[in-house]
């Protein structure tokens, strides 16, 4: 067993924590502020370095490790998220890696020479557009509908709180989006396809978030908007499936975003209890406060582990099979369970350690705080969909969900 990185891994990693410390994280008060405007040079500095690349074959204008993808793509989410600590540029970025990697896999040959390399490029965004007003827990019971006309789809319907819209209407790109197109078959009766932000038919509206304020949420409307058929991943039928394919590397992603602002935080904290002298001697020497610190280190320590192992054997998965889905299901949902919510307490740790100094903007923990929340409330499915994957996997078929 060789449990380390790699020297190219470690390379890759160095690389990317150095350009995160000189150049994100002293602007991460800049993008939280932006009303959903990720700075163009920060943007196109990753596209230089190659990471929106690192999930995208290199006949695609990527720079993919084969069999390495999800843990170069883990690496460069975790770091950035320890330099844009409001959440808003990794996620810009796992979304486009993690949904990049499954039109890799699934879409078809005119789909991936048409959108690969602008995503690689860092010039097009790719997200996920699965929520529905009825509910983003269940999508069995979404209601967007398609009618297929020839070699066209015609999509009508709504989705809710879709990351991205504003960024793909800018700079171009579109979402990966369940829909149904033979009602009566259920889950087997749906397709998974990209539609172009900017399609003829298709509005959105953002919402007003309390944080990650450097990348847009928003509501879409689908009014006749058209798609070609090439657009759809896999099946046409095979839609849940190959959504759910998907959402194992996202939420995979996700707890890099949370592992990686949890541990900047974690280090923010440790180094203001040695300089703060309180009682005659640094905060650090009370142990109410360093067995806490100690506590969350080695919480996080489990974590980051038990995520590199996630990465890998989604990894392996695909290289040969050696892992089961189950296998893979079981393992993200165990860190997408436990990653927002330890990355929360460590955040409120640390900020109670910083005292009323954590309350105002000058800290820029509140960031963190903030754009955390969006994993706790839910966003990539939330703490006890996860649950009910774990018990799915480990005990057996007790779950509720998708009948
Ligand atoms: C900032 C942000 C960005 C997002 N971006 C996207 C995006 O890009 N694309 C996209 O498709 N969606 C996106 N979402 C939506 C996200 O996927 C949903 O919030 C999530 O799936 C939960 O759906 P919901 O919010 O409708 O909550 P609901 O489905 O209504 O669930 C409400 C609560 O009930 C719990 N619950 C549900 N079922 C059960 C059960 N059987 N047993 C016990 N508890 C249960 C849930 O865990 C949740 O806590 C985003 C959300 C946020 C906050």
Redesign the pocket.
């Known amino acids: 067993m060789e449990f380390r990185l790699t020297t190219e891994q470690e390379l890759f990693k160095k690389m990317v924590r150095e350009f995160v410390d000189k150049r994100v994280f002293p602007r991460a008060r800049e993008i939280d502020s932006s009303d959903a405007n990720l700075p163009e040079d920060i943007l196109k500095e990753m596209a230089d370095l190659g990471i929106f690349g690192v999930t995208i074959p290199e006949k695609y204008g990527g720079a993919a490790m084969p069999g390495e993808e999800m843990v170069y793509a883990m690496l460069a989410v975790h770091e950035l998220a320890r330099g844009d600590i409001s959440m808003s540029l990794p996620v810009y970025t796992l ?1 486009c890696l993690g949904w990049s990697y499954l039109v890799a896999r699934l879409g078809t040959e005119q789909l991936k020479e048409e959108l690969l390399p602008k995503v690689a490029a860092g010039q097009a965004f790719l ?5 529905e007003p009825s ?4 999508l069995a019971r979404i209601t967007t509908t398609a009618v297929k006309k020839g070699d066209r789809y015609i999509l009508n319907g709504e ?6 819209c504003k960024e793909a209407a800018k700079r171009g790109g579109g ?1 990966l989006t369940l829909f149904r197109t033979d009602p009566a078959a259920g889950i087997r009766g749906m397709a998974f396809a990209y539609v172009p932000v900017n399609t003829p038919g298709l509005t959105w509206k953002m919402y007003e ?1 309390m944080g ?1 304020g450097g990348l847009s ?1 928003s509501g879409i409307i689908y009014k006749g908007v058209e798609i070609p058929s090439y657009y759809v991943l896999g099946q046409e039928n095979r839609g849940f499936h190959a959504a759910m394919e998907g959402f194992n590397v996202a939420r995979t992603l996700v707890s890099a975003a949370c592992t990686g602002g949890a541990e900047k935080s974690l280090e923010m904290g440790a180094e203001y209890i040695k300089q703060r002298n309180l009682f005659g001697q640094p905060l650090a020497k009370f142990q109410g406060i360093s067995f806490e610190i100690a506590e969350d280190r080695a919480k996080l320590y489990m974590l980051m582990n038990t995520l590199l192992k996630g990465a890998w054997m989604i990894d392996q998965f695909y290289r040969d099979g050696s892992f089961s889905r189950k296998e893979i299901n079981e393992i993200v949902a165990i860190c997408k369970l436990t990653a927002p919510s330890l990355a929360l307490d460590i955040v409120k740790h640390a900020m109670t350690y910083y005292g009323a100094f954590s309350f105002t903007k000058d800290c820029p923990l509140e960031m963190c705080l903030r754009g955390l929340m ?1 994993y706790v ?9 996860m649950k ?1 994957i774990i018990g799915r996997e480990f005990i057996g078929d007790i779950s ?2 998708y009948r």
Not at 159 to 164: H, L
Not at 377 to 385: L, P, S
């Open positions: 979304l997200g996920i557009c699965t929520t509910g983003g827990s269940d989705k809710v709180y879709i990351s991205g979402h978030d990650r949420t969006s409330v839910g966003a990539e499915g939330g703490a006890n969909i009910i509720v969900a």
